[in-house]
């Protein structure tokens, strides 16, 4: 059995997956010891000749789990979950590589913390700048900031959502609330405790709903920078229609499945109420300056 699963949701990629393929199996820790991990690709349905084309590029290095259709991100992880067996689970984009040492690392860092249930690896945008790849689970208060612009003025900006990674250079091992599911590691107890994701969140806040439910069981989220990768970012999304409407979805969903109605409730009228202040307050302006000078008259 192998120790970790390195798990590949595809859909119309065949032009980049080929690339996060090769990386693991460049890997030394992989050229070393084949069995060490399993590489399976679970494919939404492409109709690009994705299918065809890691069959004839790969063979049997790589196990294709054909989906149909497009089940989405979670529920495409899902079936690879069910399918596999190794301890340790490796969720990789299609958009995205590892660098060297990186599965070796993040199974060495599982195995020594075994309260960590996921791990994140270091990310790289394409130009070598780092990615931010770890969040903070929401508060009232810093969602309606982060969905604001008044989450960037100086007496607001350390309530937002994610304020205390913002000065942070993602260089030292970290216990955050949550990674990106880009480059991610789950322990195979993780997914026998709470299941696998929400299939509800067709894309996007999958991986957020995990990790708030994992917490809540008492696992830990680490960030885990001797694990790296390089993501391009968007990936299969570049196809859907209305990528922006999909995350504001996803992200309404997770609120109120972890916030309950009212939370929400006073969040969307807390929000209506900012946009009601914009609209008045050019109004109100001009009323004051029109008795301004009426008086003076």
């Known amino acids: 059995m192998a120790v970790v699963d390195v798990v590949v949701v595809c859909w119309n990629d065949r032009e980049k997956i080929a690339a996060a393929l090769d990386s693991v199996f460049a890997l030394s820790e ?24 890691l069959r004839e590029r790969y ?11 497009n089940l989405g991100f979670g529920a495409a992880c899902n079936r690879a979950f069910a399918a596999t067996e190794a ?3 490796y969720l990789l984009n299609p958009d995205a590589e590892l660098r060297e040492g990186a599965l070796s690392a993040i ?16 990310i790289y945008n394409l130009d070598g700048t780092i990615q931010e790849s770890c969040g903070e689970f929401d508060t009232w208060a810093g969602a309606f900031l982060r969905s604001s612009a008044w989450g960037e003025l100086p007496l607001f900006r350390r309530f937002a959502n994610g304020a205390r990674l913002r000065g942070w250079d993602y260089e030292g091992e970290r216990r955050v609330d949550l990674v990106i599911g880009a480059a991610m590691a789950i322990r195979r107890e993780v997914l026998r405790r709470i299941g696998g994701f929400d299939e509800r969140f067709f894309l996007y806040h999958e991986e957020v709903d ?8 008492g696992w830990e989220t680490w ?10 970012g968007m990936g299969s999304a570049r196809g859907l229609y209305n990528v922006e409407r999909r995350k504001q979805r996803s992200r309404r969903a997770y609120w109120l499945k972890h916030h309950g109605p009212v939370w ?19 109004v109100l302006a001009v009323f004051a300056l029109h008795r301004l000078l009426f008086r003076r008259r």
């Open 107 to 122: 199974v060495a860092f599982l195995e020594a913390n075994p309260r960590c249930g996921i791990a994140g690896s270091r």
């Open 87 to 89: 301890p340790y689970v």
């Open 210 to 217: 995990f990790a708030k439910r994992a917490a809540g069981v």
């Open 59 to 69: 063979g049997q290095r790589v196990t294709i789990l054909e989906n149909g259709r």
């Open 223 to 232: 960030y885990v920078p001797s694990s790296a990768a390089v993501h391009e």
């Open 30 to 53: 992989v050229q070393a010891d084949p069995a060490f991990a399993r590489v399976l690709v679970s494919d939404n349905g492409s109709s690009d000749g994705s299918r065809e084309f």
């Open 264 to 282: 929400y409730a006073t969040l969307v009228g807390a929000l209506f109420g900012r946009f009601v202040l914009y609209l008045a307050a050019p």
